[in-house]
């Protein structure tokens, strides 16, 4: 299974919190449109034995563009990639963006899978955040998906946030079933560098919750979701009936993946290489018919890694038979399993190795706990 991912590097605004690559001037949208185009022509040749069974419009916020710029580069990746005919087409969109006018037009395209930046029904956190809509405009937004006939929705949450109680939580939870989307992810509020809130936050200005703030959140998260009906099937993702997000399963399930855009990434299994991060030096580059590229040889070692730190965050855990293709790992590793195992935080099947439920809030100290370093 293999996937492409296209980034669409422009926003309306920038969110308080976010450090994502974009930029608010849309001057250039076309130009960047074409670089795309051209960026897909020139990987083409050596994804000659694929077949794209997901494509995904990541960001930034991809719904800015026009309808006729998603067609374009749909048509792109049609005219020089073997697609599935039943391909997963996703759009990351946020709610302001979502008309009757560009959910039908989007829908015509053959886009099936809106994921929508909810992040919460507060307005006083979509403020401080500096968010493009309101929570009015989430509940039309998604009323309106839903009427033009859109039937795998998967909306987003943070947790985490300023001054959010465990009942002004439990309230956000229950305000996004009530919605009723196939899929739901929760992201836990983190504070990047040279962002708006890290400013914030070193000025005293916002003060984040703590750790045990979030754990709770999170457990109640969990717990609420389950009840309503959803599956956790990867730490911060949430389907009802296996409406999982194609996509980005492929990513845990460590399979290739085409990365097209601005700051994107891509995999091959052996590689990953990684695009510039700079909107005018990508397009640039490619008028010259260069890929914007630095590339990675994976060594045994990261591939070990890799797979371990993403395969543990789901449902299937990491498969055996994948993970020591790359290194056979000596006693002492398989002591620490058993440790983990004791302690009722993960299972060794005899396919894989998966953690538990209360595993999963340890889940990125257990996967380092298990790396292996080169030459230790």
């Known amino acids: 299974m293999s996937g492409c991912y296209i980034h669409i590097p422009f926003c309306t605004q920038k969110c308080s919190y976010c450090d994502f690559h974009f930029s608010t001037n849309h001057s250039y949208q076309n130009e960047m449109v074409a670089a795309l185009c051209t960026e897909l022509k020139l990987r083409s040749d050596n994804w000659k ?32 990639y073997a697609v599935s005919d039943k391909v997963e087409i996703t759009l ?11 959910l039908g037009k989007w829908k015509a395209l053959g886009v099936m899978r809106l994921s929508m930046g909810i992040q919460s029904f507060d307005e006083e956190q979509l403020r401080w955040m500096n968010r493009s809509h309101t929570a ?14 859109f039937d795998e929705l998967s909306l987003d949450l943070i947790y985490g946030l300023p001054n959010l109680t465990l009942e002004d939580w439990k309230k956000q939870i229950q305000q996004i079933v009530a919605l009723n989307p196939e899929h739901i992810s929760a992201y836990c509020l983190t504070v990047e560098e040279k962002t708006v809130l890290s400013k914030w936050v070193a000025e005293g200005k916002i003060a984040i919750s703590n750790v045990d ?8 998260l ?68 260069i890929l914007p590229e630095t590339i990675e040889v994976l060594t045994p070692f990261d591939r070990f890694n890799e797979a ?69």
């Open 308 to 376: 371990l730190m993403i395969g543990l965050r789901t449902k299937w855990g990491v498969s055996k038979k994948e993970l020591f293709e790359n290194i056979r790992p000596e006693a002492d590793w398989h002591q620490i399993v058993k440790d983990y195992e004791d302690q009722k935080l993960l299972v060794e099947t005899e396919d894989s190795f998966v953690l538990t439920e209360a595993g999963r809030l340890l889940a990125d100290a257990i996967a380092a706990d298990l790396f292996i370093i080169a030459n230790s």
């Open 213 to 220: 703030q979030q754990s709770e959140q999170f457990e109640l």
């Open 92 to 102: 990351e969109c946020n709610p302001d963006d979502c008309s009757m006018e560009n």
């Open 49 to 80: 034995s694929e077949v794209f069974e997901t494509i995904y419009f990541g960001g930034g916020t991809p719904s800015i563009l026009t309808p006729e710029q998603l067609e374009q580069l749909i048509k792109q990746v049609r005219q020089f």
């Open 222 to 289: 969990v717990l609420e979701l389950k009840k309503a009906g959803y599956e956790q099937y990867e730490i911060s993702n949430f389907a009802r009936n296996e409406h999982y997000s194609k996509h980005n399963t492929s990513y845990w399930k460590g399979s290739k993946y085409l990365g097209i855009g601005p700051s994107a990434h891509g995999y091959n299994l052996t590689e990953r290489y990684w695009n510039r991060s700079n909107n005018r030096i990508y397009m640039n580059e490619l008028e010259k018919s």
């Open 136 to 149: 009015a405009d989430s509940m039309n937004a998604v009323l309106n998906a839903k009427q033009v006939g």
